[in-house]
């Protein structure tokens, strides 16, 4: 690693944005930054945090955002971070340390989560009543109440929480919020709830990702039918590797049922992500044969190649799929 520069400092360029009992937010912004896409004229940081035991740093997050929250910390505890940052001239340079304390844990905050976890209606009701409780209020996963609610399937408990105030539109630390959730555990009549209450289709978490992408993902195929039937965009792409619901199937799941009502409801059998990879291509890739049959059914064309040239049966081959391959060239077959 480059030394760091003395000359090279950036004063309250780490600041802190939120602090709750449980978490702490930083963000940082640098002047001359050039926002380019490109990693190679990009800074990239380097989070670190002090070992309160040994006085040392310890790196906690390293990447090219220019935010971070600090999460799983303890109430009433004072934590001190700094910002390394390395230049694409190859400079490095550290900010001033920044110290901050978590805050007191709210009366009673506990108990809530406790009671929510408990599946305890009456004890929840009492905990609520005493009107000291912040009904949104985080545990150390950076959860609130009707996260954890809704992501149990405790549906009793959801329509509670809902009725004292409880916020439907609170993200996790990686910009979950209850509905996405809900979709990825599978839970259909607390997803027909919360939308009922104003949770929509369009919410994103971090990477860019809609409640129905973790549809996709946990493979919930009621919740999917529900969703498009309600109007949800079907090939709704996330903002990292644009993939839409039908790609996250061929990566993540394989799941035909699944892929095949997408199909059906519209969803592109062609579509391309960033990288130029099709469905049928993430398929082959991760060898689920009969999902690569199903969207050679619906018209994938194998001929499409990424941007590195490579098509699906020059996939199959590679990663050895015998079988794969046999069946792209019997779709070829005329």
């Given at each position: 690693m480059n030394p760091v520069s003395e000359d090279y400092m950036f004063p309250e360029v780490l600041m802190v944005d939120?602090?709750?009992?449980?978490?702490i937010e930083l963000s940082w912004k640098m002047a001359q930054d050039t926002h380019s896409d490109s990693t190679e004229t990009r800074s990239c940081f380097a989070l670190e945090q002090m070992d309160p035991n040994g006085h040392t740093y310890d790196t906690i997050y390293t990447g090219y955002s220019t935010e971070y929250i600090v999460g799983e910390l303890e109430p009433c505890t004072r934590y001190q971070f700094r910002?390394?940052?390395s230049k694409p001239n190859g400079q490095c340079c550290l900010t001033p340390a920044v110290s901050v304390s978590t805050a007191s844990e709210p009366l009673y905050g506990k108990h809530l989560h406790q009671a929510v976890n408990r599946n305890d209606e009456e004890e929840l009701i009492k905990v609520l009543q005493t009107g000291k409780v912040n009904v949104n209020i985080c545990d150390k996963m950076g959860l609130t109440p009707l996260m954890v609610a809704a992501q149990k399937g405790f549906i009793r408990i959801v329509h509670i929480l809902l009725e004292h105030g409880a916020d439907i539109h609170m993200k996790n630390g990686s910009g979950k919020n209850c509905m996405m959730l809900a979709c990825f555990a599978g839970h259909l009549d607390i997803v027909k709830h919360l939308h009922k209450f104003g949770a929509t289709w369009q919410s994103r978490d971090l990477s860019g990702c809609t409640p129905l992408h973790w549809a996709a993902d946990g493979g919930h195929l009621p919740i999917i039918v529900y969703m498009i039937e309600d109007g949800c965009e079907v090939d709704v792409r996330d903002s990292v590797s644009q993939w839409t619901p039908l790609m996250r199937v061929s990566a993540v799941s394989g799941n035909s049922t699944v892929a095949s009502f997408l199909i059906r409801a519209g969803a592109d059998v062609n579509v391309r992500d960033k990288d130029g990879k099709t469905p049928l291509m993430m398929a082959v890739l991760n060898n689920y044969e009969q999902l690569?049959?199903?969207?050679?059914?619906?018209?994938?064309?194998?001929d499409v190649k990424n941007e590195f040239g490579s098509g699906a049966p020059k996939m199959a081959k590679a990663f050895g799929s015998q079988n794969i391959s046999d069946l792209l060239e019997d779709k070829k077959q005329p």
């Open positions: 939120k602090v709750s009992h449980y978490n910002l390394r940052i690569v049959s199903l969207l050679l059914n619906h018209g994938a064309d194998q």
